[in-house]
């Protein structure tokens, strides 16, 4: 099982960037298929980006060519490079292990980074 702990969200202009880190423990976190979700207040969580454990990418059509998804399988962490960021882009984002034939979240969800983007 992976357990899952978020950071690096935080208050910025829009246009700006931050980078979000899911460190994760358990062995398996190599072998897992990894994803960041975000969840605005109101609105049903939804999948942002997704990478497999050969490093294929999925992207949500909202962040294609602004977010970046990477893992660093040695020291059990996922990345979200965000740039570009827009108001629309404010909510809680999570990280979860997830399935890559359905783009589903599987597991239970750390406490959540906020990421708030301002006009």
């Known amino acids: 099982q992976v357990q899952v702990v978020e950071s690096g969200g935080g208050l910025v202009q829009a246009g700006g960037s931050l980078r979000l880190t899911c460190t994760a423990s358990g062995s398996i976190f190599s072998i897992s298929t990894m994803g960041w979700w975000r969840q605005a207040q109101g609105k049903e969580r939804e999948l942002v980006a997704m990478i497999s454990s050969g490093a294929s990418t999925y992207y949500a059509d909202s962040v294609k060519g602004r977010f970046t998804i990477s893992r660093d399988n040695a020291n059990n962490t996922l990345y979200l490079q965000m740039k570009s960021l827009k108001p629309e882009d404010t909510a809680m984002y999570y990280c979860?292990?997830?399935?890559?034939?359905?783009?589903?979240?599987?597991?239970?969800w750390g406490q959540g980074t906020q990421v708030t983007v301002s006009a």
């Open positions: 979860a292990p997830g399935r890559w034939t359905t783009l589903r979240a599987f597991g239970s």
